[in-house]
């Protein structure tokens, strides 16, 4: 069982990592175009594992790496309401970070999952923002995952509007401010 002990000490030493790594200054379109490769290669070795088909799209959108896994029967990568995809991106994240020794802040995409999930949230963003217009009220939507919830804030700033996160996971949720 040696392999289960490195695994286990891979994991210990990531989550012992601080948070001075993330507060260094953006990465480079070179760094992240590495993080990518490397998230990559770590993505087809777990289609092989489990011998699925998919294509991966490497990009780099809003300052991170980005990957998106298209192609073949992929549903159940993405779970009920994502929360397979979440995994998978954790570990791929967890892949990058003890490959760089940086932690990784890459998005994963799965059979489309989140580019639909990105336009209802932001169409829910919108409804609600002229409702909190509309009654002079703050309106507090359901909990949240961090994904979610940085859709829903980034639509109400474009909105010229404010909001916040409130609660603590797995319950945190956004609460949306009239003008």
Avoid: C, W
Avoid at 117 to 139: N, W
Wanted: hydrophobic share 40%; no cysteine; net charge negative.
């Amino acid at each position: 069982m040696p392999e289960l002990t490195e695994n286990v000490d891979v994991i210990e030493e990531v989550e012992g990592a601080t948070d001075e790594k993330a507060s260094k200054a953006p990465k480079s379109p070179a760094k992240l175009e590495e993080e990518g490769d490397i998230a990559a290669d770590y993505l087809e070795g777990l289609l092989d594992i489990a011998d699925l088909d998919g294509d991966i799209d490497i990009d780099v959108e809003n300052g991170r790496a980005a990957l998106a896994i298209v192609g073949g029967k992929l549903k159940h990568l993405v779970g009920a309401e994502g929360e397979v995809l979440d995994s998978i991106q954790e570990l791929t994240r967890l892949a990058v970070q003890t490959a760089t020794g940086d932690r990784s802040r890459l998005m994963l995409d799965i059979d489309g999952f989140r580019a639909g999930r990105r336009k209802e949230l932001t169409a829910l963003a919108e409804k609600m923002a002229e409702q909190a217009k509309t009654t002079g009220s703050s309106i507090k939507l359901d909990p949240m995952n961090a994904f979610e919830r940085k859709i829903i804030h980034d639509t109400i700033q474009t909105l010229g509007l404010t909001s916040e996160s409130d609660g603590e996971d797995p319950n945190r949720f956004v609460v949306i401010y009239p003008a």
